[in-house]
Each structure stands twice: as C-alpha cells, then as structure tokens.
C-alpha cells in the first residue's frame, strides 16, 4: 500500500484483515462475510487489529473478492483477494476452469483484467505475473500438479504475447528466480517392456528385447489425469479417524486420484519415513510427499534431485521492443 501500487490480484485476504475477524460473533467477522459475498473463508492471519482493506479503500483501490466482482471493476485501480491464503493449484485451475459457478478467477482471467487497466495509463506501466505453485510443486516432486500448473503459466503466457503481438512500445520477459527440485524424465529399469517382433524384412526372425523402459508418450496422460496434489492426496488421509489411518487407507486413496497406485507396503513406507536426514527435504509429515513422489516417480519416468532449489540456469525469455 506504502508503494502504491495500482493493481494488486491474488489469494492471501487472511494477511489483510485484522485479528478481531476470528471471532464469529464479532461484528468485523460479520461485516467481512457481507463485504466479501460468504466464498472466502474469514480467519485473519495477522497479530494486530490493522484494516488493510479500509486502508486500501481510503488510498482509492476498489476492492473485488470473486470472478464476477474482478469481471465488473471498471476503476483504474483494483485490490482482488480471492481466497484466504494460497490461490487454486493447477489440477484444481483445469478441472473448474469451464465451471459458470467458479468465484476464484483463474491466472489467465487476471492477467487480462491487470493489462486492460495498466493498459489504459499513457505513459505505460510495468505489470508482474507469477505462477508460484510451479515452485511449490516442485519442492513436492509431485509431477501431476506440476503439469497443470506449467499448463497454467503456458496458457498466461500466451494471452501476454497476444496482447504484444505487433506492439512497437512493449516488452515481454519470461524467466524464473530459480529451479526447484532438479526435476527430469528419465529411462529406467523398472517395468521393462516385454521381448516383442519387430515389423520390417529386416527384423525377420529376429526378438527384440528392451534393455531400458524409455517409456511413451502415455505416461504424460496419466500424470495429466492426476486428481488432487499430493497435499491433498495427504490432507484427506490425515482427515480419516485415527483408526482408519492405515496404509491401505493411503493406497487406496492414492489410487482413487492418481493413475499410479502404490501397493500397501509402499503405503506403509510413505507413513513411516517421518524424518530426513539428508537435510535436502521438508521437515516433519512434509517429508511424506517426497517419499510418496520417491515411489511414484519409477512409474512415471521422472527424476528429482532435491526438495530444494539448485543452482541450474533458468531460462530468459525476451519478446517484443
């Protein structure tokens, strides 16, 4: 607020409402579900009573809390919060993005709201847009959301570059701050591909008898198909009754939302490793994801090095003036 910045969209409405909205009977909570049409969850994240929002409205930024509200902001300056903390992860973009009922917008539907407001300013502007849970995936390995948020940082990308396309007065840089995770597809020895004829007078009589899994073009399907992140796959285990907390309970889960089940001594293995030694990974049940990916990853093909960022070069991208 201090830098005045015109165009401020995403999640994390818990860091700009004050400390008294955790009480549902309080009338900051009251007026906060009212101000915010009941779609954001109310718990504040701060330790003081600070009204960001009412410090916003007073430095002329029009407040929007859903899709319809961003639609319909016609102000040159514009807050959007639309969720309590952490926007939609990929898979959770892709499979509602088609929903007439979603309220959080997508990267993409920001995007263009940022540039047709900054676009009208005559002497120009600088806009920033970042996909973060590319990085937060990454720190996962978990390949399936990955892909879905890449998907959703390609499909921003592309409206930018429409957006300059022909511009004589416009630049457009694509780059990152890093790589997370040393991430890599891989042939493998796992599941090796049975002996097989091959067609053609020139393998006649011959077998052929694969070395390696070089895997297919499929396995970028099943990654695809992937129906929760692999916190979430984890929050809903942690969810059942203590009793029901069973290796089994994982592989079936596990199974029910990805298109690489796990056997249940695997299962028993992902609830078991609760501490890294290696001081490359998450502390604690964080741990869980990158054992889970461990397993996973011999079925997908794919490689991690790190529960961290490396030093390997990032790409930087330069279109336009």
């Given amino acids: ?15 700009w409402i004050p400390q008294e909205a955790n009480d549902p009977g309080s009338e900051t909570y009251r007026k906060l579900v009212q101000k915010t ?26 407040l929007c809390f859903n899709r319809t509200q961003l639609e319909q902001a016609s102000g040159d300056k514009i807050l959007g919060l639309f969720a309590h903390d952490t926007l939609m992860n990929g898979i959770q973009e892709t499979r509602t993005k088609k929903d007439p009922g979603r309220s959080i917008p997508t990267l993409r539907e920001m995007t263009e709201k940022a540039l047709a407001i900054l676009s009208r300013n005559p002497n ?9 849970l590319i990085d937060w995936a990454s720190h996962d390995h978990d390949t399936g959301t990955l892909l879905h948020e890449m998907i959703k940082f390609d499909e921003t990308v592309a ?13 457009v840089l694509v780059t990152a701050d890093h790589e997370t995770g040393g991430f890599g597809f891989s042939y493998s020895r796992f599941d090796r591909p049975a002996p097989r004829t091959l067609p053609g007078p020139a393998f006649r009589g011959e077998t052929f008898h694969p ?11 099943a990654i695809y198909n ?17 009793a029901a907390q069973t290796p089994k309970a994982l592989a079936e889960i596990i199974e029910a939302n990805t ?17 890294d030694d290696t001081g490359f990974y998450g502390k604690g049940k964080l741990f869980r994801r990158n054992l889970l990916a461990r397993i996973v990853s011999k079925r997908q093909l794919t490689v991690w090095a790190t529960g961290n960022h ?11 003036a």
């Fill in 124 to 132: 120009g502007f600088f806009l920033m847009v970042e996909a973060g």
């Fill in 310 to 320: 490396t030093n390997t070069p990032v790409p930087l991208i330069a279109y336009g």
């Fill in 159 to 171: 409206h930018v570059y429409e957006w300059a396309t022909g511009r004589q007065d416009t630049l």
């Fill in 211 to 221: 070395r390696r899994n070089f895997g297919n073009h499929l396995i970028l399907d």
């Fill in 37 to 62: 049409g009941g779609t954001i969850e109310i718990r504040s994240k701060r330790s003081d009573s600070r009204d960001l929002l009412e410090e916003a409205g007073v430095g002329g930024l029009a």
């Fill in 1 to 15: 607020l201090g830098a005045e910045v015109d165009v401020i969209l995403g999640g994390g409405l818990g860091w």
């Fill in 259 to 275: 298109e690489f089940p796990v056997t249940e001594a695997e299962a028993a293995s992902v609830l078991g490793g609760k501490t």
């Fill in 226 to 242: 992937q129906k929760l992140s692999y916190p979430e796959i984890l929050e809903r285990f942690d969810g059942l009754p203590e």
